[in-house]
């Protein structure tokens, strides 16, 4: 398993210091360059455990990633809205890339990854232009070099339950990556279940087409049957793991198979 290292601060704020905790591979020493993916938790931009994706980071350093889990602010605990848990996505991403030679992380393979609100920020990150913290080294870039979505909420302007958690329908409109989809963007990996009533398949399947018509990179892992956060448990957590890595494999983030 890949080995848990303390928890690092990445953003203090006003509601208090928010962290990256890093899942390091066992032969990991500073100054490499190595690829790098930050996961996102889930919760509705209302709450979520820091350490959902814990296995898969425990299995991506186990293929040489140094990866990490992230925390941001959410509405329950520290009353802020949903863009607010995209601008601190974008810290994360860009404190790592600031502090890549002491993690170990090569800058320009940083994979963003989360689900369902998480997946949305990821993309966010991505896709959506500003929303930047104004007092950061707006120079360091804060887009993912490939993005990893796990029934991410890609229209949160069609649902106005999701958008009055922007704060308004023309911020909810602004943060839905699928209706900013353009040339140039990031590869993206997906996975969605074909009857999640929370995050519409549709949702998904219409990404992929808009990613694919505008000449971007796009592979989409389908689940038959499967409801909302079906990855967290099997089999879909293993079949999900499994197609991630093929991948990272793919853009070389990850050594194959032998």
Not at 4 to 32: F, I, N, R, S
Not at 69 to 85: E, F, G, I, Q
Request: proline share 8%; aromatic share 8%.
């Amino acid at each position: 398993m890949g080995n848990v290292h303390k928890a690092l601060v990445y953003k203090e704020t006003p509601q208090g210091a928010l962290v990256l905790t890093p899942y390091l591979p066992g032969d990991w020493a500073k100054g490499q360059a190595r690829a790098g993916i930050v996961f996102f938790p889930g919760g509705g931009w209302t709450g979520g455990t820091p350490t959902q994706f814990a296995p898969q980071a425990h299995a991506l350093a186990d293929r040489g990633m140094v990866c990490f889990c992230a925390d941001y602010r959410v509405m329950s605990r520290h009353a802020v809205l949903a863009p607010t848990c995209v601008e601190d996505g974008k810290s994360a991403i860009r404190w790592l890339r600031q502090h890549a030679d002491e993690l170990g992380l090569d800058p320009g393979r940083l994979v963003a990854a989360g689900g369902s609100a998480g997946g949305h920020v990821a993309a966010c990150a991505a896709i959506i232009p500003g929303f930047d913290d104004p007092s950061e080294d707006l120079s360091i870039s804060s887009a993912p070099d490939a993005i990893a979505l796990f029934n991410a909420a890609l229209d949160v302007a069609a649902d106005p339950a999701l958008a009055a958690r922007f704060g308004s329908e023309a911020v909810a409109e602004r943060l839905s990556p699928l209706r900013h989809i353009r040339p140039g963007l990031p590869p993206a990996w997906l996975t969605h279940g074909s009857e999640d009533v929370v995050v519409p398949c549709r949702q998904a399947h219409q990404f992929v087409n808009l990613m694919l018509d505008a000449g971007n990179s796009v592979t989409f892992l389908e689940a038959p049957g499967a409801a909302h956060g079906f990855y967290n448990g099997p089999p879909w957590q293993a079949l999900t793991l499994d197609s991630l890595q093929v991948f990272l494999e793919g853009l070389g983030y990850i050594a194959w198979h032998s």
